[in-house]
């Protein structure tokens, strides 16, 4: 029963919330990886990308919320918005990139210059974000709240430890492998696919290919605008929308792209997962499940919290630092950086 | 024609010309740094002209892009990173005829006939295949638009002999089907005894040009670049 119990509490404090918060970085790492790999620079503003792709969507909900359309089976409204915030993301990067990026691509700037210009996108976004919705917290998840309760698990199981699964983490993991299974399709099996890795592996041979350079990197940012918004929005609805909390998330998206080998989709999904699950282990208060699995004299009596939360992100760059003291490329093949 | 790198770099090509005609090999030789990768690129347009200009079929192409040429029927095997090394063989040729808009399975197969090792490898990423392996590929990729002008620079580097005369003989079917090949190598006896032009260039000047046999038997171009 013990040893039960503590899996039930690890599940519900630790694997639950890690999977959920892994694919949310993993969508986030996908981007910063597809824009590294085919436009060739490191995007400091791709957390305020999300922020703003979240943004719209979150508009989008009021809106629809405020005609009274909604989804049935309690999935939150916002799942009917996203298309409206990609699609104004999508906008916004497109837009970016013909007033911003594009006049540094034709004179064949380096990378490093295109890294500080996405600073200056990143601040000019920032702003844009807050002036728009406010620089406080906004939530805006409705419908059901859980899948399964604490409270019905326990009377399901009667387990001391109750369960708790989210619609939002629910939903999370179900959108990132749709998201996934679609996006590895489409680069592997589609032409346009195919036609930007060949861009991303060679960029003169894909020229002389005749691969048209303008339509690559259009595609490139529509998928980059799906995947932040995606990623936005299922972080938003899973805990709540705050334009700083965005602008944060770039370091432990980075620390996931760069861990598992920048360029390299199947690294960003990896990369993820790896610093979402050191994230939760390492400030996660093991007590309550050492508590249960060890002897009753050697019950801890302390938190048995490694690092307090407030120095999450610190995790994300230890781990960042021990992978690439061993594996410079990051754990899958990505390019030199 | 004459020309360099960028808007104002030295000129490394001077008053140079090549030409081919159809169902010929014309083979490009001379010492390194001679320019012969640097004409190639001129003829390619991928290299600012000063002086001259290119002709296909007699029409002036010198203002086209690279991509324009592909598209009339120009194809090009670069000396240096001339695959995807993270697709796939077939993914490899598949883009070498990403213009191509009607079915590209009748030329694929003619280049799996060429180059059957590739049918074998088709799934294996272009990178892990060996160096004889890859230059098949490059081939193979530039073959992908039916080109009417095939351009290779230095096909058999790295490559063992039984594989140079292996891919030379490729290189002459290919030709037989009335393709132009332009081709430059450092293994120049070989080369020149399947050409039917040589060119040999110095300081990106032609120093002599002549049939490939004529080239051969000249003693001066035995001493100074045939070794003997
Ligand atoms: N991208 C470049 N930018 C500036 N100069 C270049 C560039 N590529 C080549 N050069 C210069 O042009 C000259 C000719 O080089 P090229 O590559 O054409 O020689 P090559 O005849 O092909 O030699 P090899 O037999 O070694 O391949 C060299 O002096 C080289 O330094
Ligand atoms: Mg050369």
Redesign the interface.
Known sequence: MDFLNAIVALSNFVLIPAIAYGSQLALGALGVTLIYGILRFSNFAHGDTMAFGTMVTILATWWLQSIGVGLPFGLPTALLALPIGIAGCALLVLGTDKAVYQFYRVQKAKPVILVIVSIGVMFVLNGLVRFVIGPGDQRFADGERFIISARGFRDMTGLREGLALKTSQGITVITAVVVVVFLFWFLNRTRTGKSMRAYSDNEALALLSGINPDRVVMVTWLLVAALATIAGTLYGLDKSFKPFTYFQLLLPIFAAAIVGGLGNPIGAIAGGFVIAFSEVFITYAWKKVLGYILPENLEPVGLVQLLSTDYKFAVSFVILLIVLLFKPTGLFKGKAV | MTGGYGRSGPDILHECTIAVEPGEIAVIVGPNGAGKSTAMKAV?GMLHLRQGSVRLKGEDISSLT??AR??KGMG?V?QT???????TVE?NL???A??RTDDISKTMSQVYELFPILKDKRGQPAGELSGGQRQQVAVG?ALM?EPKVLMLDEPTAGVSPIVMDELFDRIIEISRTGLSVLMVEQNARQALEIADKGYVLVQGRNAYSGSGRELLSDPKVRKSFLGG
């Open positions: 390619f690279p991509q592909v598209a090009f670069p990173a001339n695959i995807f090394t993270s697709l993914e598949e883009m070498g990403f213009i990729r638009t």
